[in-house]
């Protein structure tokens, strides 16, 4: 066994870089990358020139990793920033490098956009979560691991399709935001939900008040009518004028499927559109589908993560969800979604999951992952924070991925039971 190990070592090692996934360059000029503060460097993108970049460190908890992650923008000759198309993406001004770290997958958040990038919307067209793609990176030819590249959330016809903000146009994308880490809530609705702004960025709504344009007040009394007529609704009629239903439903359920521990208090986007408040998009699936033992009982295969209102950490999930899951019309929307996305081989079926655990793992290549974890050693062992060394740990990826696909299983006949769905004996849930 010890030679197998020593001689499939070495057939991985021979992969070059770039024979799986392409790899990336970044060149900081021997200057460090700060979380608050950008800085200067060019980043070089398979077969091209290094073009020129301003990047920061990003993250809140995973910035105490020592697999950081980063932000970065283009910069045109001015130096001023640049909407730009790269691989396969639409043009965008920021793009984010995810380091699966805690995750040891590497797949946890590129399976949960994949998911939600399948279901419809209230237009019958797909509902938007952000693209991505594998890649490996280098910082001052010093190897970093295996990356997620992530076009980041924002406005746009191909991203969150709204109107800039401005005095005559009120749409909007803000966050559920919960206050750990030393991270404060721009403000608070007068049901105490805590809440940042995104787009109009915190920046923007200053520069606003010294116009003396009152974008803060504006978008907290949206958010305070709609949480008031949420708070006093009796049925779901109650409330169609202002919430886009589908996205609501489409995004507990994909919370609820992979058990994301910060799905309804912290990382949750939602926009302001035509007069409706809409979840989405979907962000940050790296404690979820039981990568977390501090809260034992929410990483359990069963039961629900909405009815849960208080956290010990002070953080508690809008109550926006448990209110609208009283609604029997409500209920019967995400039942239907979730029957149909099960039964017709969609996006929540065994075989629909399987295929896409499949499909990344060949997409990451052989190579590319023995370098990650031979640059990270995590596999089957102890990390830090101690909370996502979870049960057994196994020493190997695909150990790594047996044991999640096992999770999503038994996940997934526990939601059949709850939401009534018979599953054909010869769907095999087999890991």
């Known amino acids: 066994m010890k030679t197998l190990t020593i001689i499939l070592s070495l057939i991985l090692t021979s992969y070059s870089f770039g024979e799986d996934i392409p790899l990336l360059k970044i060149n900081t000029h021997r200057k460090i990358i700060f979380k608050n503060k950008e800085i200067k460097a060019s980043l070089t993108l398979p077969g091209g020139s290094p073009l020129p970049i301003v990047i920061r460190r990003r993250g809140k908890s995973s910035d105490k990793f020592p697999k950081k992650q980063y932000q ?20 965008g001004k920021k793009w984010i490098l995810n380091g699966p770290y805690a995750d040891r997958t590497l797949m946890r958040n590129t ?22 793609k594998y890649v490996e990176l280098t910082i001052n030819k010093r190897y970093k691991g295996i990356y997620v590249l992530i076009e ?10 709204i ?24 403000f608070n609705s007068e049901k105490k939900t805590a809440l940042q ?9 200053k520069k606003f008040a010294k116009e003396g344009f009152p974008a803060k007040k504006i978008i907290k009394d949206i958010i305070d009518q709609f949480e008031h007529k949420l708070d006093n ?35 949750a986007y939602f926009h302001y559109k035509n007069g409706k408040i809409h979840m989405g998009p979907i962000w ?33 999930n809008a109550f926006w969800f448990k209110k609208l899951m009283t609604f029997k019309g409500f209920q019967k929307i995400v039942y239907d979604i979730y029957q149909k996305e099960r039964l017709s081989g969609g996006a929540f079926s065994w075989d629909t999951l399987s295929q896409n655990i499949s499909f990344f793992i060949k997409d990451l290549g052989a190579g590319a992952i023995y370098r990650n974890f031979d640059r990270w050693k995590i596999l089957g062992r102890i990390m830090y924070p ?36 018979s599953i054909d004996p010869l769907n095999n849930f087999g890991t």
């Open 72 to 91: 970065f923008k283009f910069l045109d000759s001015e130096g001023k920033s640049l909407k730009k198309s790269i691989f396969s993406f639409t043009k």
């Open 111 to 132: 399976l949960a956009f994949k998911m939600a990038r399948s279901l419809k919307n209230s237009n019958d067209k797909f509902w938007y979560a952000p693209r991505t």
């Open 152 to 161: 980041k959330i924002a406005r746009g016809k191909t991203r969150v399709p």
């Open 163 to 186: 109107k800039k903000f401005s005095s005559t146009n009120e749409e909007f994308i803000a966050e559920i935001h919960g206050e750990t880490y030393g991270a404060k809530a721009d």
């Open 197 to 205: 702004f995104f787009q109009p960025s915190r920046k923007d709504v």
């Open 233 to 267: 609704a009796k049925t779901l009629r109650d409330l169609e004028d202002i919430i886009d239903v589908r996205s609501f439903a489409n995004y507990i359920l994909i919370q609820e499927i992979f058990k994301n521990l910060d799905g309804y208090r912290r990382s």
């Open 284 to 316: 940050d699936f790296n404690i979820s589908m039981g990568n977390f033992t501090f809260y034992k009982n929410i990483m359990k295969t069963t039961g629900l993560m909405y009815p849960k209102e208080h956290y010990f950490d002070g953080n508690q």
């Open 386 to 421: 101690f909370w996502y060394n979870r049960g057994t740990l196994p020493k190997t990826y695909h150990g790594e991925i047996h044991k999640m696909k096992s999770w999503l299983s038994r996940r997934l006949q526990w939601l059949d039971i709850h939401f009534n769905v």
